[in-house]
């Protein structure tokens, strides 16, 4: 269907279940219980856990199939981000031609950039990027202020000329809307304990999600993604076959700068503020880990990837030395003193040490990520099930 | 005039002058093997002739049009495909699509942006291919990972991919270099079929004396970057200037 196979339309499908079920698989907890902190049903971190979602499945179309890693994505991103928040001031509150601009700025830029930095390949290649993203970071910092806002960043002010709006009724301020419904609109659901959200935002970004991952699919099933694959395999041996490699891999540069582009102007779109830090060089690293944790090449690890350092970076960061004094209270006085400052560093402001503990464990132990660690434990289970079914056991078909 | 003509190409490396004036013509649907000992030039020659080097001077003409200036996947759409040393073909993807890329790359050229069909509905690519594999022998491991391989079938695949793209020219680098005897034999019959079936030059570089003299038809003999003598098998086994520079130290092998 949607010319996929089975196998990746299965994929698509359960992604999109997923999605559109979040608010209610993100809150497993009752409102108020002890464990409700672990609770990441909430419309702010879930438009985070889709955008980045964006952004990471964008640039695995270049690091996971070329094999060139960038480390200045986040500049994509935050060009996309000012060309969305310049359409809202300019144009209209309305997120769709925010959000198309974005993708447009943000692909013209990467044209620009892939075309120098891929004169060169492997280390040189990301140098090359770190070094665009950072002077676009110093600029927007320093000299472009005028279009930048500098320090401060960007809103939209009651003032902006929005020439497609009406004038705005009095006291109200601009928000962002699609043809009408704000983006930070919420349905509120309450079932027993449980709180559910359903935020109109989420759900356009989730949209929008599911369509960049369906685009994501069909390039790494075309000759165009195999082409890609074949840059990263060997390229010597695509120049002796006939093949240009430097189109292949400007192109791939591009389609992942305007899915980085698409993610700002996302953000943009739920949350109407821009700033410079957007761009630092941290913003491209944490796309590069997201690849990797998830399953680098893989359709669905960089998803994965974005989501688990996202939990981690909102819900690990909240816990502080309190809570985990509440978590050990059932121990001894001592003891739970002992235990709360072995734990404590690793969580509150310290999570990104967590976040490296993982990581280096994943990287060592499951080189594939967090796809292939999903992979390995469903073959343990497979391995069982033939046994228990006897010799006569049908063969389930190969995944 | 042969399909192939190289006229006075030099090629200096700093103090080296690896290649001084060599003169080639190799003619059209024949086997011409490249011989000469550790040094005279030969893979400079050749990959003078690929776009990798640029020669110093002189020219070189492939199909009355020079090749020179030309990048690497220019001179392959030419119809110039060439066989490494050792085997290059893309480990990490399937037999198949290993012999798909050279099928898309003869039908579509050097960039087609092809982003929007699955690559296993192209009926035309897929047939293709499975008639290549089919022909190397290799259907059998059509969904393996090329690079789990054999050396041996990693050469058979990489002769059956730049076969894939009917070149008028095939260069052969040392394309028994590391192999087993039976793995050599293989190889040499796989080349001996080639040259049999298809309207196709072969110009092969070559230490192995068993290899040359069981598919020459033409030999050139390089020492010092320059040819020594160009003759028939026969001629060269017996030639005093051959043997002195060459091979005198192998007469066993030949």
């Not at chain 1, 041996?237 to 240009?244: D, Q």
Request: glycine fraction near 10%; proline fraction near 4%; hydrophobic fraction near 45%.
């Amino acid at each position: 269907m949607f010319g996929l196979d089975k196998k990746d339309f299965r994929l698509l499908l359960l992604v999109a279940v997923l999605v559109v079920l979040a608010p209610f698989l993100l809150n497993p907890f009752p409102e108020g219980s002890a464990m409700a902190q672990f609770n990441a049903g909430y419309p702010d971190l879930m438009q985070r856990f889709v955008i980045f979602g964006i952004f990471a499945i964008g640039f695995n179309i270049l690091f996971g199939l070329t094999g060139y890693l960038s480390f200045g994505h986040a500049a994509f991103l935050g060009v996309g981000s000012y060309a969305a928040i310049w359409m809202m001031k300019l144009l209209t509150m309305n997120v769709i031609p925010a959000i198309f601009v974005s993708v447009i700025v943000a692909g013209i830029f990467s044209l620009a950039v892939g075309w120098i930095s891929l004169r060169r390949s492997g280390i040189y290649f990301s140098i090359l990027t770190l070094a665009f993203a950072q002077m676009s970071y110093s600029l927007a910092y320093s000299v472009l202020t005028p279009i930048t806002g500098g320090e401060t960043g960007l809103q939209p002010k009651v003032t902006d000329p929005r020439i497609l709006d009406g004038t705005l009724a009095n006291g109200a301020t601009p928000k962002a809307n699609l043809f009408g419904l704000e983006m930070g609109s919420s349905f509120e659901w309450s079932v027993g304990g449980w709180l559910f959200t359903f935020n109109a935002g989420y759900y356009v970004a989730a949209i929008v999600m599911l369509v960049a991952f369906y685009m994501s699919i069909r390039i790494f099933r075309s000759p165009f993604g195999m082409m890609l694959r074949a840059v990263k395999s060997n390229q010597q041996r695509l120049n002796y076959t006939g093949l240009n490699a430097k189109p292949y891999t400007l192109a791939a540069f591009v389609i992942s700068g305007m899915y980085a582009g698409l993610a700002g102007g996302l953000m943009v779109a739920m949350d109407t503020q821009v700033g410079a830090e957007r761009m630092f060089w941290t913003a491209s690293g944490e796309v590069v880990l997201m690849s990797i944790l998830g399953g680098v090449g893989t359709l669905i690890g960089p998803v994965l990837g974005a989501g688990a350092i996202k939990y981690m970076e909102n819900i690990l960061s909240k816990i502080n030395k309190e809570i985990l004094h509440q978590w050990f209270a059932f121990m001894p006085d001592g003891i739970e003193d002992i235990l709360v400052s072995l734990v404590y560093p690793f969580i509150g402001k310290g999570w990104h040490l967590t976040l490296g503990i993982i990581f280096m464990l994943v990287v060592i132990f499951l080189p594939g990520g967090l796809v292939e660690g999903g992979q390995r434990v469903a073959r343990l289970f497979k391995r069982k099930k033939p046994a228990e079914d006897g010799p006569d056991g049908k063969t389930t078909p190969a995944e | 005039m042969g399909i192939l003509e190289v006229k006075n190409v030099g090629k200096r490396f700093g103090g080296l002058q690896a290649l001084g004036d060599v003169n080639l013509s190799v003619a059209e649907n024949t086997v011409h093997a490249i011989i000469g000992p550790n040094g005279a030039g030969k893979s400079t020659l050749l990959n003078c002739l690929v776009g990798k080097l640029i020669p110093d001077t002189g020219s070189v003409m492939f199909d009355g049009q020079s090749v020179l200036g030309r990048k690497p996947y220019e001179i392959n759409q030419m119809g110039i495909s060439r066989v490494f040393q050792t085997p290059e073909i893309f480990g990490e993807l399937s037999v198949m699509e290993n012999m798909m890329i050279p099928c898309f790359a003869k039908r579509d050229g050097a960039f087609t942006p092809n982003a929007f069909i699955d690559m296993f509905k192209d009926r035309e690519i897929v047939e293709r291919a499975e008639q290549m594999l089919e022909e190397m022998n290799m259907a059998d491991a059509r969904n393996d990972n090329a690079a789990t391989m054999s050396r041996g079938n990693k050469r058979r695949l990489e002769i059956g991919m730049c076969l894939a793209q009917e070149p008028r020219l095939l260069l052969l680098d040392e394309p028994t270099a590391g192999m087993a005897r039976a793995d050599t034999n293989n190889t040499i019959d796989l080349l001996k079929q080639i040259k049999d079936e298809r309207d196709i030059t072969i110009s092969i570089i070559e230490h192995d004396m068993h290899v040359v003299f069981s598919l020459a038809e033409r030999i050139t003999v390089l020492a010092q970057g320059t040819p020594l003598v160009e003759d028939t098998p026969d001629n060269i086994k017996g030639h005093p200037k051959v043997r002195e520079a060459y091979l005198g130290e192998t007469q066993d092998a030949a």
